[in-house]
């Protein structure tokens, strides 16, 4: 059976945020593709119709790091995203033990996900939901982005669905502090957190509630001091905590290149008005000094 005249529905692939993945085959094309059906549930047709004008602009995204939105189209009161279909994520490679990351590997991937994130805010289109698992890779070994924009066009993803807590271990600070002018720089932190937990092999700052994440935070950074955030007292959601001194970068990461260390150091800084950009991250030279990132083709994937 055919879903929009053109697509031939296959199994489920999971079950996202958003709603059911299945994968199906595109009849027009030949190519497998994946399917996000996202329930409009309690907005319906008021959303559906500007969700629909705003999903026209994700179109528009094409980067050889961004997943590519092939079609997107109302039906039977859901809206249908059409995706290219990817063989796995970098979550799976982070947990697969069998696996070994070199550090030209951890800079492919690094390297990947920063390229993809460059394109996006040289557009001004935020992600606000990075996370290992949305950060796909396909059968060539590229990795893309995927789930681009759709944080702000479906709001926040529900925190209290149980599969979501684990997207707070990737919140900037200012969001913890309910900021509500957050940028560009929110991504930038949560790719500063995938690239400790590529060095690591498991996440880095795992908190269990939005305070303790605050508490992983600063336990690992030291409790920021005025003069390192000036604009911090000002946020919603702002309380004293009680000062921890940091330990050194060094000792959380014995195994990263001092160049990582420089790197990972800038994007995790407090102030996100002082945060490293994702095109000044890409110039860092941790990307020019040797090991060359390994070419896609060449990382190693799960069987
Ligand atoms: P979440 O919202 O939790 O990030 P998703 O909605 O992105 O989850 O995905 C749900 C499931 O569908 C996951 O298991 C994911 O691996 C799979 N999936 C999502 N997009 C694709 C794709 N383009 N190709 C293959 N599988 C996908």
Redesign the pocket.
């Known amino acids: 059976k055919k879903v929009a005249d053109r697509y031939l529905k296959r199994e489920v692939?999971?079950?996202?945020?958003?709603?059911v993945?299945y994968?199906a085959i595109d009849t027009k094309t030949g190519q497998t593709v994946?399917i996000?059906k996202i329930r409009l549930g309690k907005y319906k047709e008021g959303v559906n119709f500007t969700a629909l004008r705003e999903i026209k602009l994700l179109k528009e995204i094409k980067d050889p790091n961004i997943?590519e939105l092939i079609d997107a189209f109302p039906h039977k009161g859901n809206l249908h995203l059409v995706?290219?279909?990817?063989?796995s994520?970098l979550e799976a490679i982070v947990r697969d033990r069998n696996i070994v990351l070199s550090p030209a590997d951890i800079k492919s991937f690094m390297q990947m996900t920063l390229k993809g994130l460059a394109y996006c805010h040289k557009k001004w289109v935020l992600h606000r939901?990075m996370?290992p698992?949305?950060l796909?890779i396909g059968a060539d070994g590229q990795l893309k982005l995927?789930?681009f924009g759709l944080a702000r066009i479906f709001g926040s993803?529900d925190r209290k669905f149980t599969?979501?807590v684990f997207a707070r271990w990737y919140r900037a600070p200012e969001l913890l502090f309910g900021t509500k002018q957050y940028g560009s720089a929110v991504d930038v932190w949560a790719a500063a957190c995938i690239f400790a937990e590529l060095l690591l092999r498991r996440p880095f700052l795992q908190g269990s509630s939005d305070i303790d994440q605050l508490g992983k935070i600063f336990a690992a950074f030291g409790t920021p001091k005025p003069s390192q955030w000036p604009d911090m007292i000002y946020l919603p959601d702002y309380v004293e905590y009680q000062y921890v001194p940091s330990p050194s970068l060094r000792s959380l990461f014995p195994m990263a290149s001092d160049d990582a260390l420089d790197l990972l150091s800038k994007m995790f800084t407090y102030d996100p008005k002082a945060r490293i950009s994702v095109q000044q991250a890409l110039e860092h030279r941790y990307f020019s000094s040797v090991p060359a990132p390994t070419k896609p083709v060449l990382l190693p994937r799960p069987p």
């Open positions: 692939l999971g079950e996202g945020t958003y709603g993945v994968k994946a996000k997943i995706f290219e279909f990817m063989e994520d939901d996370k698992n949305n796909l995927a789930d993803p599969h979501q």
